[in-house]
C-alpha cells in the first residue's frame, strides 16, 4: 500500500496543484491590457492569445501526462510537469515580444496540466468511495473559489510590480507546491501497477475510446462548452474595460461572477441523484441558450451600453458559468462509463480533444472582438445551440439511461 500522508494535509496540498491552473488563467486577466499596450500596441486583441495558448498548451499536457505517470509513477511525472510550467512562466515573464510571450504560455500551460491531470490519480491510487468522492469534492471547491480571488490578487501585484510580477507569482506557487510534494508525498503508484509505455497498447486504447460513437458526441459537445467559457473569459477583461469603463472594478465583479455561479455546483448536486445526468446536461444548455439569446437581443435593440447594457451582460455571464456544473462534469461522467478498463487513458484523451479543440472557438471569437460583447453572446448562441441539437443524436441504446437510484445517471 502506498504511504499516504494525513488526508486532510493531502487535500491540502492537492487543492493547491489543482488551483495553479485556474490562478494561471484568472490572475492573467487584469494584466492584459499592459501586455496588449507593450507587446502588441498595433492589434490589442491579440493579448487575448495569452489566454488561449495557456489552455492549448494545457490540452497537450493533459494528453501526455496521463499515459507517462502509468509508467514512471505520479510524483516524478508531477514534479517535472512542475519544472515546465516553471521554465515557461519564465520565459513568459521576460518576453519582450508576443511571440516570445505565446511560446511561454504554451509551455506553461502543457506544465500546469500535469498536476491537474496526474492529482486525480493520485487520489484514485489512494482512496475508493466515499473517502476518495470527499476528497475530490472539497479541492474542486476551492478549485471554483480560486477564479473569484485571482483577478483581485493578480490587480494587486501587477500595481506594484506591473505584468512581469504576475509570473514570479506563478513560480512562486509552484515552487511552493514542488517542494511540499518533494519533500512530504511518497509515490502513490504502487510498483505493481505501473504500465509499460507500449506504442500498440496505446493506439489500441484511442481507436477502443473515440471508436465508441458516444463517446465521439459528448467529447465535440464538452468542446462546444469548453470554447464558449474560453471565449468569454478571453474577452471579458476587455468588455468590461472598453465596453463599460469598468476597469478598475473588473476584479471584484468578476470575483462576484465567480462566487453566484458557484450555486450550479449546489444546484447539480442536489438534482442529479433526482433528474439524472441527461436531464441537467439538457438544461444547461438550454439555459446558455435561452441566456444568449435573450443578451444578445438586448444588444441589438441597443440596450448594451451604461449601466442596463452591464446588468444584462453580468447576469448572462453569471448563466454561462453557472450552467458549467450540469454539464462539464456529467458529460465527462457519461463519456467514462463504457470505458472504465480504459478510464486512464481514456480521461486523458477526451480531455485534451476538447481542450485543445475549444482553442479553435475561443481564439477566433476573442480576436473578432469588436468593443462589444455581441461576438461572445453569438458564440454562446452558436455553441449551445449545437450542443443541444448535438446531443440528440446521442445512441440511446448504449447511453447510461434508467432511473438514477439504479444506474448513477
Known amino acids: 500500500m502506498p504511504r499516504r500522508l494525513p488526508q486532510l494535509e493531502f487535500t491540502v496540498l492537492l487543492a493547491l496543484l489543482f488551483a495553479t491552473v485556474a490562478f494561471s488563467i484568472d490572475a492573467m486577466l487584469p494584466g492584459l491590457p499592459q501586455i496588449a499596450a507593450e507587446l502588441s500596441p498595433d492589434d490589442v486583441n491579440r493579448a487575448q492569445l495569452v489566454l488561449t495558448s495557456f489552455v492549448f498548451g494545457m490540452g497537450f499536457g493533459t494528453l501526455v501526462s496521463g499515459p507517462i505517470s502509468d509508467h514512471f509513477g505520479r510524483k516524478p511525472v508531477i514534479l517535472a510537469g512542475l519544472g515546465l510550467y516553471i521554465v515557461g512562466a519564465v520565459i513568459a515573464g521576460l518576453s519582450n ?159 462576484a461572477t465567480a462566487i453566484l455561479s458557484a450555486g450550479g455546483a449546489i444546484l447539480n448536486g442536489k438534482l442529479v441523484g433526482e433528474k439524472g445526468m441527461h436531464f441537467l446536461i439538457r438544461l444547461g444548455y438550454t439555459i446558455s441558450l435561452t441566456a444568449s439569446v435573450v443578451a444578445l437581443g438586448f444588444n441589438l435593440m441597443g440596450i448594451g451600453t451604461g449601466t442596463p447594457g452591464f446588468v444584462v451582460f453580468f447576469l448572462w455571464t453569471v448563466a454561462m458559468f453557472s450552467i458549467n456544473a450540469f454539464t462539464f462534469g456529467n458529460l465527462n461522467a457519461l463519456a467514462l462509463v463504457p470505458l472504465g478498463r480504459l478510464a486512464g487513458l481514456a480521461n486523458s484523451l477526451i480531455g485534451a480533444v476538447f481542450t485543445m479543440g475549444s482553442v479553435l472557438i475561443a481564439a477566433p471569437v476573442g480576436l473578432a472582438f469588436n468593443g462589444t460583447p455581441i461576438p461572445v453572446m453569438a458564440a454562446g448562441i452558436i455553441c449551445s445551440g449545437l450542443a443541444l441539437i448535438l446531443f440528440r443524436f446521442e445512441d440511446s441504446a448504449t447511453a447510461p439511461h434508467g432511473a438514477p437510484s439504479h444506474h448513477g445517471e
Do not use: C
Open 97 to 255: 515580444t508576443m511571440e516570445m510571450m505565446l511560446v511561454g504560455r504554451a509551455i506553461q500551460g502543457v506544465g500546469g496540466a500535469f498536476p491537474r491531470t496526474v492529482g486525480v490519480a493520485m487520489v484514485r491510487d489512494l482512496y475508493e468511495g466515499r473517502e476518495m468522492a470527499k476528497i475530490t469534492s472539497f479541492v474542486m471547491t476551492i478549485f471554483m473559489i480560486v477564479p473569484a480571488a485571482a483577478p483581485s490578487i493578480g490587480a494587486l501585484i501587477i500595481s506594484d510590480f506591473g505584468w512581469h510580477g504576475i509570473f514570479a507569482a506563478f513560480v512562486f506557487v509552484a515552487v511552493v507546491g514542488a517542494t511540499w510534494l518533494g519533500l512530504r508525498q511518497g509515490e502513490t503508484l504502487a510498483p505493481e501497477n505501473h504500465r509499460r509505455l507500449n506504442w500498440t497498447d496505446l493506439s489500441s486504447g484511442v481507436k477502443e475510446v473515440f471508436g465508441n460513437y458516444n463517446v465521439r458526441i459528448y467529447t465535440v459537445i464538452l468542446m462546444l462548452g469548453f470554447g464558449q467559457m474560453f471565449a468569454i473569459l478571453s474577452s471579458v477583461q476587455q468588455i468590461y474595460s472598453e465596453t463599460y469603463n469598468l476597469e478598475n472594478l473588473f476584479p471584484y465583479l468578476f470575483g
